[in-house]
């Protein structure tokens, strides 16, 4: 088993930065890729970025490419989301997921965090 908490989520000004985090507890954090997905309201839960054990790895969704940038501390068991030049469609629930295998999809993902709101103004 592995707890998942997001944290950072809040307002911000289109154009500005807000980092999230995600600090892992539970099962060794190392073993586990780990992604950001988000759902907007009346919206299906959608991916945004994952990263694979060592940090080698990353995807990202073309809506955040250039923008978004995903990493990890496994030292500190923590993943971590910055996100620079947010747009108004950006504004989302975001959820951290840990899961055997890197995937687009949200079903792939065995733990999940509650999820922190993100609202981008305009």
């Known amino acids: 088993q592995v707890q998942l908490v997001e944290s950072g989520g809040g307002l911000v000004q289109a154009g500005g930065s807000l980092r999230l985090s995600c600090a892992a507890s539970?099962?060794?954090?190392?073993?586990?890729?780990m992604g950001w997905f988000r759902q907007a309201p009346g919206k299906e839960r959608e991916f945004v970025s994952d990263?694979?054990?060592?940090?080698?790895?990353?995807y990202y969704s073309d809506s955040v490419k250039g923008r978004f940038t995903i990493s990890r501390d496994n030292a500190k068991n923590t993943l971590t989301l910055q996100m620079n030049s947010p747009k108004p469609e950006d504004t989302a629930v975001y959820y951290c997921?840990?899961?055997?295998?890197?995937?687009?999809?949200?079903?792939?993902?065995?733990?999940w965090g509650q999820g922190t709101q993100v609202t981008v103004s305009s």
């Open positions: 997921a840990a899961g055997a295998t890197m995937s687009l999809s949200p079903g792939e993902y065995d733990y």
């Open positions: 990263i694979s054990r060592l940090g080698f790895t990353t």
């Open positions: 539970g099962r060794t954090f190392r073993n586990y890729n």
